[in-house]
Structures are given as C-alpha cells and as structure tokens.
C-alpha cells in the first residue's frame, strides 16, 4: 500500500476504535475530548497527505 492510503488506514482505524469505545460504554455520542482528539487526528492526517502530493508535484 502506498503511504497516503497507509496514513488514511491508520485515521479510519482510530476512528473505529473510538467509536467502539464510545459504544461498548453505553454512550450515544462521542465527548469533547473525543472529538477534539479526532479533528486533531484528522487534521495531522490532511496535512501528511498535503505534503505526500506535493513531494510528488515536485
């Protein structure tokens, strides 16, 4: 697997796992910190991808 499918692999697994989490604990919905964990976690994730196509562009 190439590296940008790798990085997006690696953020839907994370995903997946605090959405169990969540669930496995009875609860509905994901908390504050859950999702300011995952936006951040997203974001870091953009950002790899961003700088993999531009190293490409080059």
Do not use: C, F, P, W
């Amino acid at each position: 697997m190439n590296d940008t499918i790798m990085t997006l692999y690696s953020l839907e697994q994370e995903v997946g796992h605090v959405a169990k989490n969540s669930h496995d604990q009875g609860r509905e919905y994901l908390n504050d910190l859950e999702i300011k964990y995952l936006l951040k976690m997203t974001k870091h994730v953009v950002m790899k991808i961003m700088n993999q196509v531009m190293e490409r562009i080059e």
